[in-house]
């Protein structure tokens, strides 16, 4: 089936950098768009950023620019966020999730806890 | 960047009541590409809703969505106890995507 598998939970110091992969199955790879979603303990839902699906094209939040980048191995069918200079506000689950162009979300990863503590 | 604003912020129902859900956008959502989606504890989110009022593969047809351009709405026509969860409105027609802050369904 349709799926998208996500690595384990990370600890993280101050400062350190972070890279959560999310491997697709079930369709195929490079037909998608992928986002990064990512949800603070408690709180809402917040949009990161998306790769096109020859992996060559990323548009990221501006909030997130600079530090966060994107990137999708179409041999693996496997896609790729790390996150630099993290400080306890990046303390989140990260979700990976697909979409066609132009189209909601319809398939999410089970989620990444990444805790950023000294 | 468009701001969505969820509606109220809790809804606290009995099985089998209606509920309604609003989001409402700071600008006009281009095509009308807003989506909505269930969050239960612990789980990913799950897309109800597509382009307003299209409802994704496998969803219940008690869930519904409408509205155009600034306001949207999803009703749920008739609560189960298993639509008890965190409702999320996403508008995906402008760069950045955004989300509003979510509307939490309870029931009695």
């Known amino acids: 089936q349709v799926q998208l598998v996500q690595s384990g939970a990370e600890v993280k110091k101050p400062g350190a950098s972070v890279k959560v992969s999310c491997k697709a199955s079930?369709?195929?790879?490079?037909?998608?768009?992928m986002h990064w979603v990512r949800q603070a303990p408690g709180q809402g839902l917040e949009w990161m950023g998306i790769?096109?699906?020859?992996?060559?094209?990323?548009s990221y939040a501006p909030k997130f620019q600079g530090r966060f980048t994107m990137t999708r191995d179409t041999s693996t069918s496997t896609l790729y966020t790390e996150l630099s200079s993290l400080r306890s506000e990046d303390t989140a689950i990260y979700y990976c999730a697909r979409a066609w162009v132009n189209d909601a979300l319809d398939i999410w990863g089970q989620g990444t806890m990444v805790t950023v503590s000294s | 960047e468009i701001v969505l604003t969820q509606s109220p912020g809790t809804l606290s129902l009995s099985p089998g009541e209606r509920a309604t859900l609003s989001c409402r956008a700071s600008?006009?959502?281009?095509?009308?590409?807003l989506g909505w989606y269930q969050q239960k504890p612990g789980q990913a989110p799950r897309l109800l809703i597509y382009g307003a009022s299209s409802r994704a593969t496998g969803i219940p047809d008690r869930f519904s969505g409408s509205g155009s351009g600034t306001d949207f709405t999803l009703t749920i026509s008739r609560l189960e106890p298993e639509d008890s969860a965190v409702f999320y409105c996403?508008?995906?027609?402008?760069?950045?995507?955004?989300f509003g802050g979510g509307t939490k369904v309870e029931i009695k």
């Open positions: 600008q006009s959502v281009s095509s009308n590409y």
């Open positions: 996403q508008q995906y027609g402008s760069s950045p995507l955004t």
């Open positions: 079930g369709y195929t790879f490079t037909n998608y768009y």
């Open positions: 790769i096109n699906p020859r992996g060559d094209g990323t």
